[in-house]
Structure formats: C-alpha cells, structure tokens
Nanobody, 116 residues
Framework: VQLQASGGGLVQPGGSLRLSCAAS????????MGWYRQAPGKQRELVAL???????KYADSVKGRFTISRDAVKNTVYLQMNSLRPDDTAVFYC???????????WGQGTLVTVSS
C-alpha cells in the first residue's frame, strides 16, 4: 500500500485548507485510514480517523473545525480544515492500517503552516 498526501501549504489564521490522501496498491482490506500530525518539538498525534469502516474519531482540539471524508471509488481520504490556528502548524501524515495483517502504513507528510 502506498499513501500519497497532498494539499499542505501556508495559510493565515482563520483560513482553510483541504488535504488529500490517495491510497494505491492492496487497499481492499484497509479498515482504518486518516490523519496524524506532528508539530515541531512534539510527538505525533491523531487528528482524525475512519475506524473499522464507518466510525470517525477526532482529536478534541479539532472537533468542529476539521472534517474527514472519503471517496471510496478513488481510494482517497480528505481532511477539510477550517478556522485554522497557529497551533495547527504541523506536518500532517496520512495513515492507514490493515486489520487483517496488522500492518501500518504512513504517507510522506505534508506541511501545514498557519501564520500571518
């Protein structure tokens, strides 16, 4: 499985960005897919995930501002980020997990910078 993330960039506080993560390869048994992020000097943390198919989990810090969605035909997961704040600045990583093989996959990361 390969994960290709895109959509990061520089945005002003209060602005919006949409990240995309396209999965390719043996995607049929990926039962968890979503986003983590790592801010400078901090540990990687969960942002938003589709878990066990249709359930969604969000970090408390992004609830009401970020929305995860997916296009099953394109094997792509999106993260719509609104009302961005400077503390959202991080490298965002696409994540996938195959529950049958217990394998974890990471995309290459895309940098989101929120600054005026």
């Amino acid at each position: 499985v390969q994960l290709q993330a895109s959509g990061g960039g520089l945005v002003q506080p209060g602005g919006s960005l949409r990240l995309s993560c396209a999965a390719s390869g043996s995607v049929g048994r990926l039962n968890t897919m979503g986003w983590y992020r790592q801010a400078p000097g901090k540990q990687r943390e969960l942002v938003a995930l589709f878990t066990t198919g249709v359930n969604i989990k969000y970090a408390d810090s992004v609830k009401g501002r970020f929305t995860i969605s997916r296009d099953a035909v394109k094997n792509t997961v999106y993260l719509q980020m609104n009302s961005l704040r400077p503390d959202d600045t991080a490298v965002f990583y696409c994540y996938a997990y195959n529950g049958y093989t217990s394998r974890t996959y990471w995309g290459q990361g895309t940098l989101v910078t929120v600054s005026s």
